[in-house]
């Protein structure tokens, strides 16, 4: 796939400043970028990078127009720019519609003409997939679930009983999503498991990652917002609530019935306990633990950056001396002592 | 499938207040219940919603049944009953005995007549599968594999060389029993990879999580007790044991040799070490660092519930100065005089 | 498989002591080790266990052997030595070159006719397979994928476009290497997917757990190097470099294009934030979040081992009241007396 930088800049709308013929063959980063390649500079750390590269042509702001040696295509969004033009240079392969051989599915299912269904995939009564959509092989899909027009599972996906998938969603390999949810009736020592009945009902334009796992609900459903952005390695506990355009990166556990706004940015390996309420617009730092409800929109954290070990053991040492003299301070007369000194 | 009051009353040997002619057909939280609804009072905080239900029926304890505006089924496990009559109500779909035409089964396998094996699996030579076990699609049994009756693969299961799953096992969609351990010896910069020859036994009535993984042993089994609930997404290490009734919740990962006692409960994402030795009824809190043996039984923390991130960042800077200033004392001078100051 | 002893010495160049034709057949520890059975001795606190064992062999160090009740096999590495004898004892099951027939191999793919291909996978369009490669039941190779002789993909193995691996490198099931990264430009409250177009290039004799994920690099490749050993339910984001013979914990996450140096040691949990350079030689210890650039080597850590819960929350309480007491003090005055204090 070729274009040609003066073709870009008509069907994005952005300024073009530079040779309109110049071919674009494909994307780079600044530093190591050569000729017929694109790059884009949204971090502007990188503008020494900038100014040294064999790009040629880079997506820029407006102000940085003039540190670039090459053509620059101009857009106040230069990252979301560059995104758009990476999708027509590297356009995904063209829809083949219709079921290769050796996908079984059921006579009960409902496959739009216009969709793709990969080898080996599996597809129970009941389930209805719409236009374009594109699943990829031995995805397994249960029965009665409901896809959305263009969704996207790339492989190896399993989807339980009844999940929904909006429109355009894309769910990479490995995903399980519709596992029972981890719910069990106290039985002296034993568990009783508790029937999980829900399902799970994902918005449009969700992306999901491999091996990432989504637990139905014990009645009602667990819910994913329109636009939600889910990294690999995630799980997501029944009756979850994800609000829209919330985004989580990889390795984050989040407990059941927790219910999480809208907007929200979370670090990877977080743990989110369950039965809380997260407003919109929180950013959760990385490793972060949360054992209680949030209101306010704001920044939270509760990692704590590694140090050489020695230094850490003393500070971990250190910690837990301070919470015994804390104790014994609470020693009614200690206290007393405590206070005198403090004052 | 519809039940009167009357024959669940009858069936689970509870008492019934209110009529027991109402059929009941679906469960349903209290708050969202609706006619032909049973739903469950377990935790008193949701008093209130019991007040104002709509369902037809709720299982509770005697001492709420006078607040309970409809049909109350008395028990004194109430989550319990729920969780039994909800099995009555969504039974799962009946068995159909047999393999499926596209299960590619080692003629030397013994599968019982009455297991069901579905669409593409795969079961080598070896395999032992019992009665009424339930083997979804696309699950991978390795050679001499046993599985005991009434054992439930839900989906793309992977059972490595002579894994046992005791009765009534039910396994999640993308769980790996059996994959190597993590062993190597070191020579020089490099790692040799040390055979792992044991494999992985699992008792009765476990249940394993969707994409939770199990490694074979080094050179004994790794051994899951009886009745022990594995959320998704855990990593067991090779040789551990854990003892009969444990629960462990998502993302957790326990390193190798560990030895876990019965009836404990393991919060999500927990890291424990190898080679510990963990007793009977220990809880450990979600998000916990375990690096020593713990022998009492009782509720162990590591965790840092969070905090706005400007206050955070001071929690941890005074941490670490706190720790250095405690290293300045170690200098016998300086101890001297905080002596003197502390006193 | 039996061995005489003397053969052993022999193959593998090491000094014998006690009958050479002793014959082993298995491994065991040395608890629980009976006639015919191998064991050794490399951490100095099992030598008690040394001194009753039955096993009919050990392999130890010279400076132990006058320990040992039974036969030993002298060496300076006697782990590595173990490893070797355990792989001629339990040798993998023989390679049977060729595809089985319902595996799908795309007619412009090129599998060496000394590899062998399992049941149900599916191999696209322009993929090399090299000699002596085993390819699992149910693996997925994508367009263009590479993989050098001697590979080993265990079951359901998920490659993408364009991934290559090096020589004997071992993935075990449910491995995803080629996902898309987790890369979006905002644009206004939704997120705008950037196409991720890089590959994943996996050096020789990599070890890569069950489960783990490596996703795609956006523009340039991913990068594991030679001899790296991956544990299961391992995150690597895309551009991650981790130079050769590092080792790797299970449920660590790396986020994206940190560059991690050779003969690193890393434990589990930990948690890896994007864009860092950490050097050679640097040991992380387990639950360790990682947050900036580390340049000597050295051992490394942040996690807290935990407490019994209720001292726990007094380490917590105080901790955060310190850190408070501490901002109280940043105001001038209250500085200031507190310095007098102090002195």
């Not at 000729?35 to 790009?55: V, Y």
């Not at 249960?142 to 429109?167: F, I, K, N």
């Not at 009645?219 to 990294?231: A, F, N, S």
């Not at 509760?302 to 837990?320: D, M, T, Y």
Request: charged share 20%; with cysteine; glycine share 12%.
């Amino acid at each position: 796939m070729s274009i040609a930088l003066g073709e870009l800049a008509v069907r994005f709308g952005c300024e073009l400043r530079g040779d309109p013929d110049v071919q674009i063959e494909a994307v780079a980063p600044l530093g190591t970028a050569g000729p017929g390649t694109l790059s884009f500079l949204a971090n502007p750390k990188l503008l020494p990078q900038l100014k040294h590269t064999h790009a040629s042509a880079v997506v820029l702001e407006a102000r940085h127009v003039d540190d670039s040696p090459t053509a620059a295509l101009i857009s106040r969004n230069p990252h979301a720019l560059y995104a758009r033009i990476a999708s027509c240079l590297y356009p995904e392969a063209p829809l083949r519609p219709g079921a290769h051989p050796s996908a079984l599915i059921d006579a009960r299912a409902q496959i739009d003409p216009s969709a793709q269904i990969d080898a080996y995939c599996l597809i129970a009564e009941g389930v209805q997939i719409g236009a374009r959509c594109r699943i990829g092989p031995a995805c397994l899909i249960g029965p009665h679930a409901r896809l959305e027009p263009d969704c996207h599972l790339v492989a190896r996906v399993t989807l339980g009983e009844r999940v929904q998938l909006g429109a355009r969603s894309l769910i990479h390999a490995g995903a399980v999503i519709g596992s029972d949810g981890f719910g069990y009736a106290r039985e002296g020592a034993a568990w009783l498991k508790v029937p999980q009945v829900g399902s799970v009902r994902i918005g449009s334009d969700v992306e999901i990652g491999a091996n990432t796992t989504i637990d139905r609900g014990a009645i009602d459903d667990t819910l994913i917002g329109d636009g939600v952005k889910l990294d690999n390695q995630i799980q997501i506990g029944h009756n979850v609530q994800i609000g829209a355009h919330t985004a989580i990166a990889g390795c984050t556990g989040i407990a059941g019935s927790t219910r999480i706004g809208a907007r929200c940015m979370i670090g990877g390996q977080c743990g989110i306990a369950g039965h809380l309420v997260i407003g919109d617009d929180v950013v959760i730092t990385g490793m972060a633990m949360v054992t209680g409800s949030i209101q306010q929109p704001g920044v939270y954290s509760s990692g704590i950056p590694l140090e050489p070990a020695r230094r850490w053991r003393r500070v971990v040492a250190q910690l837990k001396r301070m919470a015994d003299r804390e104790a014994a301070r609470s020693n009614p007369q200690a206290d007393r002592q405590q206070d005198q000194h403090d004052e």
